[in-house]
């Protein structure tokens, strides 16, 4: 598989991902990694049969991404790997993802949450997840859009006291 970027972002696809972030990577498959989308049906096909640009859309569970990932999936696609928390993609690299760099997209306010950047709001948990990612030597590159400045947020992580 070649993963051109791997972002979190908690509303999994949607336009930002599909058009700005396909249309400039020309991706040929979006690869949602999400245990509860991945177990149930309507939602799997509700992503499934959604308009990518052109891309395909496959739907897995941490577990089967794991699997994909060492059976060598897609290794002439470039593909975009979306997950919805820092949690899901620490996961996936316990489970063999290598990439330089994940792409934090958007993570927006619910309760609990405090805002980091205008589209990445953190509770205690995520920093600790995004930290645990750094940690591994993964860049946290924040930028919502292609054409935005990437912001380096490991910075802005360890200035948070939790």
């Known amino acids: 598989m070649s993963i051109s970027l791997i972002r979190i972002d908690d509303r999994l696809i949607h336009g ?4 700005a972030w396909g249309s400039c990577l020309c ?19 509700l992503y499934t049969e959604a308009d990518a640009m052109g ?4 739907v897995l569970d941490v577990e089967g ?3 994909e990932c060492a059976a060598g999936a897609w290794q002439d696609e470039n ?12 996961l996936l690299f ?4 290598d990439v330089k ?6 993570m927006h306010y619910s309760e609990g949450k405090r805002e980091i950047l205008p589209y990445v709001y953190v509770d205690d948990d995520d920093r600790r997840e995004l ?4 940690a591994g030597g993964v860049a946290l590159e924040a930028r919502d859009v292609p054409q935005a400045d990437p912001v380096d947020l490991l910075p802005l992580l360890e200035e948070q006291t939790g």
């Open 27 to 45: 991706i040929d498959r979006i690869v949602l990694v999400n245990d509860d989308v991945a177990q149930t049906e309507w939602k799997r096909a």
């Open 65 to 67: 991404f794991g699997v």
């Open 131 to 134: 930290l645990a990612i750094a």
């Open 16 to 19: 930002q991902v599909c058009v």
């Open 94 to 97: 316990e489970r063999g993802l």
């Open 101 to 106: 760099s994940v792409n934090v997209g958007g």
């Open 55 to 58: 891309a395909a859309i496959t």
């Open 79 to 90: 593909t975009i790997v979306v997950v919805g928390t820092p949690l899901d993609a620490r």
